[in-house]
């Protein structure tokens, strides 16, 4: 298959040789010439524009930084949608805005350009491995259309309803999971006014029942006062969209939000803001 990538970074890379290796056709939008004899070398077909890039192809992967770069990349004048073929689909990875999702689909709909809404969970070792978690929303027909091309590198693959759910659930799923290291960490604090030591009770609490996934990643660090310069910057991403939607939408974070807004998550899990140092992708 034909598929045009926007976005090869920390966590698109990863997938993209996971596409090349079942054998598709993939072009990668690489805009800095020095990363290009890389790519090349990869077996990949590089180009320097978004045009460029889906030209002529049945599928196109979106894992940019943020709502902004999809919006670009997908809407502006020379952007995926308005020089898609007709009948391709826009598979978008991004953490987004879910309100952004309609406005691909009404923009697409024009065109005959269908899109899901394929939020992920996991990392560049997930993808790795196969075994990246989507959230997709929108046609389930078109899912399975697709699911062929996406179980290349993901599993489970879960539909869950409606356009811009996907991006809903993955919002859901942040903010527990950066109030639950939030706790993590906290725990630490508990733990230590008792006496104990932090290897002492991450060890312990790993086996307990207590344990979580974001427990064992506190637990893999080398100490919670890392957390902030492995994850500050993803996560607060993150919780800027989530504190938006929430907030449009009249929604109640209730005790989610009150241990976003601890001192534990403030200062021992996002740190202070980091520069910008570029566009990104998504994680």
Request: hydrophobic fraction near 45%; aromatic fraction near 2%.
């Amino acid at each position: 298959m034909k598929v045009g990538f926007i976005g090869p970074g920390r966590m698109g890379r990863p997938m993209i040789d996971r596409l090349v290796a079942a054998g598709h056709d993939v072009t990668v939008l690489v805009r800095r010439p020095e990363a290009r004899p890389e790519a090349e070398a990869a077996g990949l077909h590089c180009a320097e524009t978004v045009v460029a890039t889906v030209a002529g192809a049945e599928v196109v992967f979106v894992v940019v930084l943020n709502d902004e770069q999809v919006r670009s990349v997908c809407l502006a004048p020379q952007g995926a949608v308005a020089a898609m073929e007709p009948g391709a689909t826009l598979i978008q990875h991004t953490t987004c805005d879910p309100s952004t999702l309609p406005r691909l689909a009404e923009a697409g709909e024009t065109r005959g350009i269908g899109v899901l809404d394929a939020a992920l969970s996991g990392g560049p070792h997930d993808i790795a491995a196969g075994t990246l978690t989507l959230w997709v929303g929108g046609d389930e027909a078109l899912l399975g259309q697709t699911r062929p091309l996406l179980e290349t590198y993901a599993s489970p693959i879960m539909f869950v309803g409606a356009l811009g759910n996907g991006q809903r659930v993955k919002l859901v799923n942040n903010a527990l999971f950066v109030a639950q290291v939030g706790l993590a960490i906290d725990a630490v604090r508990l733990a230590a006014s008792l006496g104990i030591e932090e290897s002492a009770i991450l060890s312990a609490l790993r086996h307990g029942s207590g344990a979580s996934r974001a427990l064992d990643v506190v637990a893999r660090g080398p100490s919670v006062d890392a957390i902030p310069d492995r994850l500050g910057d993803l996560m607060r991403k993150d919780l800027i969209v989530v504190r938006d939607v929430a907030q449009r939408a009249d929604a109640d974070l209730g005790i989610i939000g009150t241990v976003l807004a601890s001192e534990a998550v403030e200062t021992k899990v996002l740190g202070p803001v980091q520069p910008a140092d570029g566009p990104g992708t998504e994680s």
